[in-house]
């Protein structure tokens, strides 16, 4: 795995957890465009690389998970160039959801506009105590460009998205939580919670993880349950399903190979 980025640092742990921080502290994680194409071009190893069995998506240093889209490069642009920066977020952020692994997003800061939107498009969202979240982007005369618009409203309906888009005020950790924003506040180190959250998922048979995402991901659609349906008969065709079934009946823990 190439870990040839400039702003971005992948690791991977022997424990199969892959970690993709964004590395751009003093500007508070800004997502430009490097970042961007440093981004895709991380998921796309990850996505081939099959002894990953999740990832945790963060930013660097102290202060941020991601403060935003890069204001300062996008200041110029006109409707053309914004309508393309969207659509290529929407592109990248899409990869992210669409991952058959689990995919973590730990806040450990500032995570405002894109950044929050980063966040939204993972499976599920850790904060440290300190995070702040939110989508000031009406405080720039814009609204969220990067998904946040159809995943905020997905998540919190309707009304709450509305209002936290319209009013782009900050949302601290613990409101976050109360309203389903975030899966978790990390009590202590939030590297470690966020692995403790996922070392339970990576146990489980990786293929089931992988059409559970794509199931779930059918929720509210008119063909939701006909999805459900064959994403379940699928996984009786699989290694694992005879696996986790036979170490139930001789009582063992099973040992799953993702086939
Ligand atoms: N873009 C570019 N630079 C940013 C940035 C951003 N989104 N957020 C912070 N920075 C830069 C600052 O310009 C500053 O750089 P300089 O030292 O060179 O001036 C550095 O990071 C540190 O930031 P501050 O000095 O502002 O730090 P602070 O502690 O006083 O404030 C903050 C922190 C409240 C997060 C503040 O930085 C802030 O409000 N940032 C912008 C948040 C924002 O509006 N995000 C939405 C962006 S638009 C968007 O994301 C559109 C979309 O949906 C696609």
Do not use: W
């Not at 939110?134 to 814009?142: A, D, Q, R, T, Y």
């Not at 460009?145 to 709450?160: A, E, F, I, N």
């Amino acid at each position: 795995m190439s870990s040839d980025f400039e702003m971005l640092i992948l690791e991977v742990e022997d424990s199969r957890i892959a970690t993709i921080s964004i590395n751009r502290p003093k500007q508070l994680n800004a997502l430009n465009n490097q970042v961007f194409e440093e981004l895709d071009s991380a998921l796309d190893q990850i996505e081939k690389d099959e002894s990953i069995r999740a990832l945790i998506i963060t930013g660097s240093g102290e202060k941020a998970f991601v403060a935003g889209a890069d204001i300062k490069e996008f200041a110029d642009f006109d409707k053309e160039q914004a309508t393309k920066l969207s659509k290529r977020g929407h592109k990248v952020f899409q990869k992210i959801e669409d991952l058959s692994i689990p995919v973590l997003a730990a806040i450990n800061g500032y995570a405002l506009g894109g950044g929050f939107e980063l966040a939204l498009s993972c499976h599920f969202r850790v904060a440290s105590k300190a995070a702040v979240l939110g989508l000031p982007e009406v405080s720039l005369g814009l609204i969220p460009g990067y998904g946040g618009t159809q995943r905020l409203t997905k998540l919190v309906g309707y009304s709450k998205a509305l209002e936290l888009i319209m009013s782009g005020r900050f949302v601290k950790a613990e409101e976050a939580f109360q309203l389903g924003l975030i899966n978790s506040i990390a009590e202590g180190d939030i590297s470690e919670a966020s692995k403790k959250m996922l070392s339970g998922m990576i146990k489980q048979a990786p293929l089931a993880l992988k059409n559970a995402i794509l199931a779930v991901k059918e929720a509210g659609n008119d063909s939701g349950y006909e999805m459900e349906a064959n994403l379940f008969g699928d996984l009786f065709n699989t290694a694992d399903f005879k696996e986790g079934t036979s170490a139930f009946m001789e009582k063992r823990k099973p040992n799953f190979s993702g086939k």
